[in-house]
């Protein structure tokens, strides 16, 4: 089955080091540069669509700022024919 994934991150922990960005296999991740967190960086968002919810970026993170979610996405059943 399919995995979609989304991430959030806590501004008050992120630092903005970019190792999210970096080890993001499927590079959905950069930093928000036109926002900072209240210690004054640019945090970590998702910017496209193809999270897996890996956990890379969680792994990762130096300040434990990234929390991931996953779902999997239902499979599509056949159509009943008559």
Do not use: F
Not at 20 to 26: E, L, N, S, T, W
Not at 32 to 54: F, I, M
């Amino acid at each position: 089955m399919a995995v979609t994934g989304w991430i959030e991150v806590n501004e008050t922990l992120c630092k903005g080091c970019e190792l999210c960005v970096h080890y993001c296999p499927v590079h959905v991740l950069a930093l928000d540069e036109t926002r900072l967190t209240p210690q004054g960086y640019h945090p970590a968002v998702l910017v496209a669509e193809g999270c897996t919810g890996c956990t890379i970026c969680a792994v990762v993170c130096p300040e434990g700022a990234i929390t991931v979610y996953r779902e999997e996405k239902p499979k599509r059943r056949a159509r009943a024919t008559a």
